[in-house]
C-alpha cells in the first residue's frame, strides 16, 4: 500500500509535469519546445505574469528537435521558451558539433545560445576555446568577440573575434589573427579557414613567415594539407637569398615548383653574383634552385656603374653543378685564356654556382659593350658570355661578328671577346669608308671597358685599313694579308696596325679604287641592328 504523504508527492509532481508540458505546448510554436529528458531533483514554479519555470538540478538533460543540453542544474522559463543552465554545460548538436561551458543562457524560440566560462566548440577536427561565445542551434554559427583560439591538429589559430559555420566547418577571424603552425605563420586583420580543407584564405593584407621565407600578400590561399599557396594583387617575397614579386603566384612546396605571372620581378641578394629578372611569367623550381622566364623576360646582371642587360624570348638559370650531372661544361677560361685560369675557390653551392642560358633574339646592353645573338649561355663561375649562331657585339665605334663570340668578363665589364670561325671587326671610318680585319679566330681585349688591342689569325687573315694624317685626312687605304694581324686602339678606336708573317698587301689612293671592292668576304655592316640604349632591351 502506498503511503498517503508519498502518494500525494507523485500525484503533484506529475500534474506538474503534465501542467509544464501543457504550458509550453500552447504558449511556444510547435517543434521548438525545450522537453525535459531526466533530472534527479525537478521543481515547477508559477510566477503569474513572470511565467512558469521548471527547476531541474541533477544530471538536467533536456531537448529541443536534435539538440540535446546538459549540465548540473537547469532553469526553464516556460512562457518564454528560455533555458538558462549552470555548471558542466554540454550541448551536443545532432552529433555534429559539441559546445561545452560552465554558464549558458539559450532563447529556445530563436534559437540562440549565450556561453560564459571555459567555452569549448568542438565538430570532431578543429576545437574552439574562449570565455564568452553566441551559438546560433539552428544555422551552427558560433560567435566570439573577445578572443578566442581554434586548435586543428597542429594549426593554432588566434584572433580578438571570430565566426564559426558549423555546416561548412569554416572559421572566419578578425582583429589581431595569428595562425601558427609548425611550418608557417600568418598575422593579419582577417582570415577565413576551413576545419575540413585546413585551407586559409587570405582576404587581407597578411604576412606569412615559413622559415628564412616571408610572404607579404592581401588576396589568395595557403593549403596546410597540400602545401600549396596562390596569392593575388602582386604578393611580395623574401627570401635569404632573393626577392620576387608578380601580380599572381602560386607554389607548391611539396614539389618545390612555382609560377609567377604578370609583371613578374625576381631580385637576388648575392653580392657576388647579384642580378635580377624580370617577366610576365617565371617558373620555379625550389629544390633545383632554378627557373625558367618566358614572355619577354630581361636578366640585369648588376653592377653600381655599368648594369648589363640581357633579353630574349626565353631566360633559363640553374646550377652550373648540377649541369654538369648531365652535361659537359667547357671551361673556357682554362683552354683560351692568355695568362689567366680560373681558380676554383668557391664552394659548389656559393653564388657563383650559377648559369644563364637564352634562347631566340638575344640582345645584350651595357654602357661598354653590347650583343646580339640567337642564343646565349652565361656562367658566374666563369663570368663568360658565350653568344651561337651569327652573334654580333660591339664596343665603341667597332662591331665584331663571327659564328660564335666568348665575352669575357672582369668586376662584369668586358675584359676580353674571343672570336672563333668567320671571325670580322668593322669599324667606320668615315662616310662609306669602313675599316675591316678578317680572319678564322679573334682576341680583342679591354681596359677600363674599351678596347685596347685586338689579334686575329687566319689563313690568311684579311685587314682593310683606312690611314689619316693629323689633320684626319685620308692618306690612303691599304688591303693587305697575313697570318697574324694586331690591330692597336686608342680611345677605342684603330691606331696602329702589325702584320705578321707572309705579308702581302697594296695601298690605294682614296679616289683610284673602288672601296665596295676592298670590302672583305661576307661584309655586313649592322649598326642599325645594334641596342642604342637600355631601352632598346626594356622595350624588347
Given amino acids: 500500500m502506498i503511503r498517503p504523504i508519498l502518494y500525494f508527492s507523485l500525484l503533484l509532481l506529475t500534474a506538474n509535469t503534465v501542467m509544464a508540458q501543457r504550458v509550453t505546448t500552447d504558449s511556444v510554436a510547435p517543434g521548438t519546445t525545450i522537453r525535459i529528458i531526466k533530472a534527479d531533483k525537478y521543481n515547477f514554479q508559477d510566477k503569474d505574469s513572470l511565467g512558469k519555470f521548471v527547476s531541474l538540478v541533477g544530471h538536467a538533460h533536456v531537448q529541443q528537435e ?79 568577440f573577445k578572443g578566442g583560439k581554434v586548435v586543428n591538429k597542429k594549426t593554432v589559430l588566434t584572433s580578438t573575434e571570430g565566426i564559426y559555420y558549423g555546416d561548412t566547418r569554416d572559421v572566419y577571424f578578425k582583429k589581431k589573427v595569428v595562425l601558427t603552425d609548425p611550418e608557417y605563420k600568418i598575422t593579419t586583420d582577417t582570415l577565413l579557414y576551413n576545419i575540413n ?12 613567415v615559413m622559415g628564412k621565407r616571408t610572404i607579404r600578400t592581401k588576396d589568395g590561399y595557403y593549403d596546410v594539407k597540400n602545401k600549396k599557396g596562390n596569392f593575388l594583387q602582386r604578393p611580395f617575397i623574401d ?41 610576365n611569367n617565371i ?14 623576360p630581361i636578366l ?36 683560351i685564356a692568355v695568362d689567366q685560369k680560373v681558380k676554383k675557390t668557391e664552394p659548389a653551392d656559393s653564388s657563383t654556382d650559377r648559369f644563364f642560358e637564352a634562347y631566340y ?71 662609306g669608308y669602313f675599316n675591316q680585319v678578317r680572319g678564322n679566330t679573334m682576341n680583342a681585349y679591354f681596359k677600363e671597358g674599351k678596347i685596347n688591342f685586338m689579334r686575329t689569325k687566319g689563313s690568311p687573315a684579311d685587314n682593310v685599313y683606312y690611314a689619316v694624317d ?54 655586313q655592316w649592322l649598326d642599325d641592328k645594334r641596342p642604342k640604349s637600355k631601352l632598346d632591351i626594356l622595350a624588347n
Fill in 66 to 144: 536534435k539538440v540535446l543540453f546538459d549540465a548540473d542544474s537547469i532553469v526553464i522559463n516556460q512562457k518564454d521558451n528560455i533555458l538558462e543552465a549552470f555548471g558542466n554545460i554540454h550541448i551536443n548538436d545532432a552529433d555534429s558539433v559539441q559546445v561545452y561551458s560552465e554558464y549558458l543562457k539559450y532563447l529556445g524560440k530563436e534559437k540562440k545560445s549565450y556561453l560564459k566560462q571555459k567555452v569549448k566548440l568542438s565538430d570532431g577536427k578543429g576545437v574552439l576555446t574562449t570565455n564568452e561565445l553566441e551559438y546560433d542551434t539552428q544555422f551552427k554559427i558560433g560567435k566570439y
Fill in 197 to 208: 580543407t585546413e585551407i586559409t584564405n587570405i582576404v587581407a593584407p597578411s604576412v606569412i
Fill in 239 to 279: 627570401d635569404s637569398t632573393y626577392t620576387f614579386t608578380a601580380d599572381q603566384m602560386a607554389f607548391d612546396d611539396t614539389t618545390g615548383l612555382g609560377e609567377a605571372q604578370g609583371n613578374a620581378v625576381y631580385r637576388s641578394k648575392d653580392s657576388v653574383g647579384g642580378y635580377d629578372i624580370i617577366a
Fill in 283 to 296: 617558373k620555379t623550381n625550389k629544390k633545383k634552385n632554378s627557373f625558367l622566364a618566358t614572355q619577354k
Fill in 300 to 335: 640585369f646582371i648588376k653592377n653600381e656603374k655599368d648594369t648589363i642587360y640581357v633579353s630574349a624570348d626565353t631566360l633559363y638559370a640553374g646550377k652550373v653543378s648540377d649541369l654538369r650531372k648531365s652535361r659537359e661544361v667547357p671551361v673556357v677560361r682554362d683552354t
Fill in 361 to 431: 633574339h638575344v640582345k645584350i646592353y651595357s654602357d661598354s659593350l653590347q650583343a646580339l645573338g640567337d642564343s646565349l649561355f652565361y656562367s658566374l663561375e666563369d663570368s663568360t658570355f658565350r653568344l651561337f649562331k651569327n652573334p654580333v657585339a660591339w664596343t665603341q665605334e667597332n662591331q665584331i661578328t663571327g659564328d660564335t663570340i666568348y665575352m669575357f668578363l672582369a668586376n662584369k665589364k668586358p675584359q676580353r671577346l674571343y672570336v672563333f670561325e668567320n671571325a670580322m671587326a668593322i669599324s667606320k671610318e668615315g662616310k
Fill in 470 to 523: 693629323d689633320n684626319k685626312k685620308f692618306v690612303g687605304v691599304n688591303k693587305s694579308s697575313s697570318d697574324l694581324i694586331n690591330v692597336y686602339f686608342d680611345e677605342g678606336k684603330p691606331q696602329k696596325v702589325i702584320f705578321v708573317n707572309n705579308l702581302q698587301g697594296t695601298m690605294y689612293p682614296m679616289r683610284q679604287v673602288d672601296h665596295d671592292l676592298l670590302k672583305v668576304r661576307k661584309f
